[in-house]
């Protein structure tokens, strides 16, 4: 049977024109048989036998196997019943020309026989494989429209850092994503997980010729970063959009597992960070209570940070209270000066700064020194009370995925409970 295989693998690579190819065998007991293939797609892929079928692939892995096995055990048993016949024949009347050439004749009515019932299979065949690549596809809905994606994409290029935290916590390493700043490494908390990643530029300055270059099935962006350039990466695959990367995570998270078709996986992952936040309110008790307040020093800048921020969304999802200009639904309030200190108060107050701006001056650094040690900031109750803790500024407001809310949570459980 392997020899056969091999025979029409041979002839299919120098035939590649010829769309369906019939040949008649003849067994070591010279026993007719027939096989009708159709090889309508191999045009331009690489061929080989492979655990005893034809195997087309892209030089790579196998994208599609000619399964021979049933159709010969089929085409055998067919002769079977005809040399039967045959043999009854020659048992009972001598052969003359006209019963020699009724003989051939029926061998010539039988492969006929077969070349219509494979035309039948090659339909049947090609119905299956629609209604399959019709079931296999989905589309999603998101902040550019509807996009339809055929199969679970199996290179997948994101723009984000949230968006990539999304697709490694469901078990989905992307081909390509993008870099906080140009020159920067990795976050560390993700540093291992994307060592094999490409870089495609910073989240705001994509590289279009690295995201082509690395020939993705599917790329997912932020409108409120990349809206210029949707045409353009939609030309190089299915683009698929969240709309901001503000406010409430788990809303971004949803989108992005549905659309690498895991939606099963991404559930659970947010089922399991909703236990984990079950579990610390058990232990907070009466903590709950307690007013929490936000600040980020910029260089040349002071900002109260709200309910509508990445911190702020995991702080809402525990249940701590914020201070009045801090419980609102919006992102944050910059250009504080050191007359609104008092605005910063609260029962804790966490704190990060941000350097990197600053051609490596650490002037954020610098400035939350000058403003913690200010006498205003000083009489503030948290700082009286030493609850004035400084915090990662990647985990608790750049990073912005589901990592870096499950590192937040280790925060909150050192500080509020250890």
Same mark, same amino acid.
């Given at each position: 049977?392997?020899?056969?295989?091999?025979? =029409?693998?041979i002839?299919?690579?120098?035939?590649? +024109?010829?769309?369906?190819?019939?040949?008649?065998?003849?067994?070591?007991?010279?026993?007719?048989?027939?096989?009708?293939?159709?090889?309508?797609?191999?045009?331009?892929?690489?061929?080989?036998?492979?655990?005893? @079928?034809?195997?087309?692939?892209?030089?790579?892995?196998?994208?599609? @196997?000619? @399964?021979?096995?049933?159709?010969?055990?089929?085409?055998?048993?067919?002769?079977?019943?005809?040399?039967?016949?045959?043999? $009854?024949?020659?048992?009972?009347f001598?052969?003359g020309?006209?019963?020699?050439?009724?003989?051939?004749?029926?061998?010539?009515?039988?492969?006929?026989?077969? =070349?219509?019932?494979?035309?039948?299979?090659?339909?049947?065949?090609?119905?299956?494989?629609?209604? $399959?690549?019709?079931?296999?596809? @989905?589309?999603?809905? +998101?902040?550019?429209?509807?996009?339809? =994606?055929?199969?679970?994409?199996?290179?997948?290029?994101?723009?984000t850092?949230?968006?990539?935290?999304?697709?490694?916590?469901?078990?989905?390493?992307?081909?390509?994503?993008?870099?906080?700043?140009?020159?920067?490494?990795?976050y560390?908390?993700?540093?291992?997980?994307?060592?094999?990643?490409?870089?495609v530029?910073?989240?705001?300055?994509?590289?279009?010729?690295? $995201?082509?270059?690395l020939?993705?099935?599917?790329?997912?962006?932020?409108?409120?970063?990349?809206e210029?350039?949707?045409?353009?990466?939609?030309?190089?695959?299915?683009?698929?959009?969240?709309?901001?990367?503000?406010?409430?995570?788990?809303?971004?998270?949803?989108?992005?597992?549905?659309a690498?078709?895991?939606?099963?996986?991404?559930?659970?992952?947010?089922?399991?960070?909703?236990?984990?936040?079950?579990?610390?309110?058990?232990?907070?008790?009466?903590?709950?209570?307690?007013?929490?307040?936000?600040?980020?020093? =910029?260089?040349?800048?002071?900002?109260?940070?709200?309910?509508?921020?990445?911190?702020?969304?995991?702080?809402?999802?525990?249940?701590?209270?914020?201070?009045?200009?801090?419980?609102?639904?919006?992102f944050?309030?910059?250009?504080?000066?050191?007359?609104?200190?008092?605005?910063?108060?609260?029962?804790?107050?966490?704190?990060?700064?941000?350097?990197?701006?600053?051609?490596?001056?650490?002037?954020?650094?610098?400035?939350?020194?000058?403003?913690?040690?200010?006498?205003?900031?000083?009489?503030?109750?948290?700082?009286?009370?030493?609850?004035?803790?400084?915090?990662?500024?990647?985990?608790?407001?750049?990073?912005?995925?589901?990592?870096?809310?499950?590192?937040?949570?280790?925060?909150?459980?050192?500080?509020?409970?250890?």
């Amino acid at each position: 049977m392997k020899s056969i295989i091999e025979h =029409v693998s041979i002839l299919l690579l120098r035939w590649r +024109h010829v769309f369906v190819l019939l040949m008649l065998f003849v067994d070591w007991n010279n026993n007719y048989f027939l096989m009708v293939i159709d090889f309508s797609n191999v045009s331009n892929e690489k061929m080989r036998v492979k655990d005893g @079928y034809i195997c087309i692939s892209n030089g790579e892995e196998c994208l599609n @196997y000619i @399964y021979l096995k049933s159709f010969l055990i089929y085409v055998l048993t067919i002769c079977k019943i005809y040399i039967t016949l045959l043999n $009854v024949i020659d048992n009972h009347f001598q052969l003359g020309g006209h019963m020699t050439r009724t003989k051939n004749m029926l061998i010539l009515c039988i492969m006929l026989l077969m =070349v219509i019932i494979a035309g039948c299979g090659k339909e049947e065949k090609k119905e299956n494989d629609t209604s $399959v690549k019709a079931k296999d596809s @989905y589309s999603i809905k +998101h902040a550019m429209g509807e996009t339809t =994606v055929n199969g679970t994409p199996k290179k997948v290029v994101v723009l984000t850092n949230e968006g990539a935290e999304a697709l490694l916590a469901v078990g989905v390493t992307p081909v390509g994503t993008t870099k906080p700043r140009a020159g920067d490494e990795w976050y560390p908390h993700l540093a291992k997980e994307l060592k094999d990643t490409k870089v495609v530029g910073t989240e705001r300055d994509i590289n279009l010729e690295a $995201v082509m270059k690395l020939k993705p099935d599917l790329i997912i962006g932020n409108k409120m970063r990349h809206e210029k350039i949707y045409e353009q990466l939609n030309e190089i695959a299915p683009t698929v959009y969240a709309e901001t990367l503000r406010g409430d995570w788990k809303e971004n998270f949803t989108l992005y597992t549905k659309a690498v078709n895991k939606e099963k996986e991404g559930q659970k992952a947010l089922d399991d960070y909703k236990k984990r936040i079950e579990g610390i309110q058990e232990k907070l008790g009466d903590k709950l209570n307690s007013k929490v307040s936000i600040i980020r020093f =910029v260089p040349g800048d002071v900002r109260i940070y709200q309910k509508n921020s990445f911190s702020g969304a995991v702080l809402n999802d525990i249940g701590f209270k914020r201070p009045p200009l801090q419980d609102k639904d919006e992102f944050a309030i910059k250009g504080i000066t050191k007359e609104q200190i008092p605005n910063m108060d609260g029962d804790y107050i966490f704190y990060f700064t941000s350097d990197k701006d600053a051609d490596k001056n650490n002037e954020g650094t610098t400035l939350a020194k000058e403003w913690t040690e200010d006498p205003l900031f000083k009489q503030l109750q948290a700082s009286k009370d030493n609850k004035v803790f400084q915090v990662d500024e990647v985990i608790w407001n750049t990073a912005g995925g589901i990592k870096a809310a499950n590192l937040m949570l280790d925060d909150i459980e050192k500080y509020f409970l250890k």
